[in-house]
């Protein structure tokens, strides 16, 4: 079972980010608020889940949330200001339109660029601890999902469908064939012959 609430005190929010390793596409970013009596017996850190858990677990989460929301920032953003500051972007953009204002947050991860003043505490692992962290994982997870596999019917060569964007051997070798598309990071490189990636 994963923990409620960092502290009691103030309305407290989740959020984590997917998508931060992929070679194309956005990264994606979600905030949870949850009811203080909330629990759930399997949800966790959305990687420990299957794909039908996780979008069961995204129609559960969005029914009893207090509040949540999805942000991304696309891959152009993410060359020109770096994938840690747009893993923060979007985070920022998910709070921004949460309907209920938090007074506290629980970041997935060791780093966090303060939001609007609001106090934060960074959590390694957080979405195998806290619900909202884990609840966001889930959003974030599941919406980045949805959207490459939308634009994987424009570039079928690249399997998206499959890796998500990930670097997936079959990935490389599809960039590195064809060169990259339009939603690839071009801050990410893939070289060959030993297909590094490199970041």
């Given amino acids: 079972m994963l923990l409620s609430f960092y502290q009691n005190e103030f309305i407290e929010a989740g959020c984590d980010e997917a998508g931060r390793g992929c070679l194309a596409g956005p990264v994606f970013a979600a905030a949870v608020i949850l009811p ?3 629990s759930h017996p399997i949800l966790t850190d959305s ?3 299957t794909e039908k858990e996780r979008y069961s677990l995204r129609d559960f989460i969005e ?3 207090l509040a949540f929301a999805v942000a991304q920032v696309d891959h152009e953003e993410i060359d020109r200001i770096n994938i840690l500051n747009a893993s923060f972007l979007a985070m920022h953009k998910a709070l921004e339109q949460l309907k209920l204002i938090p007074r506290f947050l629980i970041i997935d991860g ?3 660029k303060s ?3 609001i106090p934060h505490e960074c959590i390694v692992q957080g979405d195998g601890k806290y619900y909202s962290i884990a609840a966001a994982s889930i959003l ?3 919406y980045r999902d949805d959207y490459m596999c939308k634009i994987s019917e424009e570039h079928p060569e690249y399997d998206w469908y499959r890796n998500k964007g990930y670097a997936t051997l079959k990935h ?3 960039v590195i064939n064809y060169g990259m598309s339009p939603y690839h990071r071009k801050t990410f490189r893939v070289t060959n012959p030993q297909l590094e990636l490199f970041i």
């Fill in 115 to 117: 939001f609007q003043d």
């Fill in 63 to 65: 029914r009893e949330a």
């Fill in 140 to 142: 974030a997870k599941t």
């Fill in 172 to 174: 490389r070798e599809a």
């Fill in 47 to 49: 990687k420990q889940l």
């Fill in 36 to 38: 203080s009596d909330f």
């Fill in 110 to 112: 060791n780093r966090f």
